[in-house]
């Protein structure tokens, strides 16, 4: 099984740019589909982006199309999401993701998560 660890996050003023990594273990880090979710205090986790095996399909939520990409580098058993144009609405916990179809990142039942790291955007 892969272990997921987030980090990258932080402390940024809205219209800044963060870059999140989630490194995993393992020598089957490229059989995996990756996804990033969040969550804001007082609020369900949500799914923020996806991408399949070979890191050419990807998939977007609607509040963050545009501002954030998704990208891997399985040489480097890498997952990054890059941020920008952040907004404090994006001030959540960030988690990484893990599992063997993008359908179970699109329906967020994925078979890992990384332990999240913080992101807080200040206005």
């Known amino acids: 099984q892969v272990q997921l660890v987030e980090s990258g996050g932080g402390l940024v003023q809205a219209g800044g740019s963060l870059r999140l990594s989630c490194a995993a273990s393992?020598?089957?880090?490229?059989?995996?589909?990756m996804g990033w979710f969040r969550q804001a205090p007082g609020k369900e986790r949500e799914f923020v982006a996806a991408?399949?095996?070979?890191?050419?399909?990807?998939y977007y939520a609607d509040s963050v199309k545009g501002r954030f990409t998704i990208s891997r580098d399985n040489a480097k058993n890498t997952v990054y999401l890059q941020m920008n144009s952040l907004k404090p609405e994006d001030t959540a916990v960030y988690y990484c993701?893990?599992?063997?179809?993008?359908?179970?990142?699109?329906?967020?039942?994925?078979?890992?998560w990384g332990q999240g790291t913080q992101v807080t955007v200040s206005s």
């Open positions: 993701a893990a599992d063997s179809s993008l359908n179970g990142i699109m329906r967020a039942t994925p078979s890992r």
């Open positions: 393992g020598r089957t880090f490229s059989s995996y589909c």
């Open positions: 991408v399949s095996r070979n890191g050419g399909t990807t």
